[in-house]
């Protein structure tokens, strides 16, 4: 007997910014992508640096 565990893509993506204050969660919801099949992938680039944090730059 197996078990199928079929977790929801979205239900993930909703599981993941829960650990973030809403804040937080509102701008990596952008960053967070759900492939659906047959559609073509589409990733939002971090051009922004968030003040306060170090970057590459310094």
Known sequence: MTVENELSPTKVKE???KVFPAKVARKRSKA?????PGASRQI???TRTV???ISMRG
């Open 51 to 53: 003040p306060g944090i």
């Open 44 to 46: 939002q680039a971090n």
């Open 15 to 17: 599981e993941l910014l």
């Open 32 to 36: 967070i992508v759900v492939n659906e």
